[in-house]
């Protein structure tokens, strides 16, 4: 599961497990949704140093959806990767 901790008012940390699965983005929408809906845009920061992928495509799928329907809304996003294909990854999206 996907952990978030506040670090202040609009600021997240998102750490990610290994390997994402598909339900994983809806235990964490309304935490995110709720947020927004109060400072209107969020900053996150991501610590994927211990992330090594997607369980299978509909994690991936659910992923990327999740990307796309919050993307407006975020200032600023800083990465903590541990791979070079997960430097790639950010640098492509």
């Known amino acids: 599961m ?7 008012a ?4 998102i ?11 809806r235990h964490i929408a309304p935490q995110v949704d ?3 809906s109060r400072h209107g845009r969020i900053r996150l920061l991501i610590d994927a140093s211990t992330f090594n992928g997607w369980e299978n495509l ?3 799928e659910n992923h990327a959806g999740f990307v796309k329907n919050h993307q407006q809304k975020v200032d600023r996003i800083a990465v903590i ?11 492509a999206v």
Not at 2 to 8: D, G, M, Q, Y
Not at 10 to 13: D, Q, T
Not at 15 to 25: E, N, R, S, V, W
């Open 2 to 8: 996907i952990k978030v901790e506040a670090i202040s």
């Open 10 to 13: 609009n600021v997240l940390r």
């Open 15 to 25: 750490t990610p497990p290994d390997k994402l699965k598909a339900d994983d983005f």
């Open 34 to 36: 709720s947020i927004i």
């Open 58 to 60: 509909a994690a991936l």
């Open 81 to 91: 990767v541990a791979h070079d294909w997960q430097q790639w990854l950010v640098g």
